[in-house]
């Protein structure tokens, strides 16, 4: 049977990662989250005492690292150079850094190269910003998720509550704003829909209606 390769590209807090990670889970494919790998980048850069604007510095950083992410029961892990960060990634202090990061084109093109060897033989759903238009800008299906700001902060509100962590819906959805223009204005792979991507607004839609719309497009590929 063909393997498919589904990108889904999108801004912040879109419902990507939860989308994609049922859909690779009805139909039996691996999840790759890259946003995860930019964070993890992001969180060495931070630890190294690395400032953001030191292009150099953090290029050359980005040669000698590696990471890796391991698909555990329903989910995956996220390894930098062999420790598990998984949970070390997701602090405020790596989002506001990531974008600046990842504009870096050295950066890139370690992520690039490692989210084209895992997605080589198909039956792969990938998210992130780049994956329609530059990782596999030949992929089987490409989903470009939306959803208006306000509903994407207030979902990252609730997520975080459920965490146990406070925070504001307005401070949110600005941080939120500022990561989708910065990551939509940088000149190396920016967010943005590619031409073939079907676009869906999850403003209004639950998770199961987003999930079902995927694999039903998925499941008329493999027709
Ligand atoms: O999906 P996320 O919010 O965890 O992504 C974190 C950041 O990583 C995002 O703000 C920009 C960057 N990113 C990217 O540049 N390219 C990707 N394919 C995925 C994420």
């Not at 999108?10 to 995860?36: F, I, M, N």
């Not at 299906?141 to 700001?149: D, G, H, S, T």
């Not at 459920?162 to 940088?186: F, H, N, P, S, Y």
């Amino acid at each position: 049977m063909k393997q498919l390769i589904i990108a889904i590209d999108g801004p912040a807090a879109s419902g990507k990662s939860t989308t994609a990670k049922l859909v690779a889970g009805r139909l039996q494919y691996l999840h790759v989250d890259t946003g995860a790998m930019y964070r993890a980048m992001t969180l060495k850069v931070i630890e190294r005492g690395i400032d953001l604007k030191d292009v150099k510095a953090i290029a050359t950083l980005a040669r000698s690292t590696k990471i890796r992410l391991v698909p555990r029961e329903g989910s995956f892990g996220v390894e930098l150079d062999g420790t598990d960060v998984t949970e070390r990634i997701r602090t405020p202090k790596v989002t506001s850094a990531v974008s600046a990061v990842s504009m870096i084109a050295e950066v890139r093109q370690r992520m690039v190269q490692e989210q084209r060897a895992m997605g080589k033989n198909g039956a792969i759903v990938l998210e992130g910003r780049d994956i329609g238009t530059v990782v596999f800008p030949d992929a089987d299906l490409k989903i470009f998720m939306v959803a208006n700001q306000r509903e994407r902060a207030a979902r990252r509100s609730k997520e975080m509550a459920a965490k146990g962590i406070a925070a504001e819906i307005d401070q949110l959805e600005k941080e939120i704003v500022e990561r989708d223009t910065k990551d939509a204005t940088r000149s190396i792979s920016p967010l943005t829909k590619a031409q073939n991507a079907i676009v869906l607004d999850t403003t209004d839609l639950t998770i199961e209606e987003q999930v079902e719309f995927i694999v039903k497009k998925a499941k008329e590929k493999l027709k």
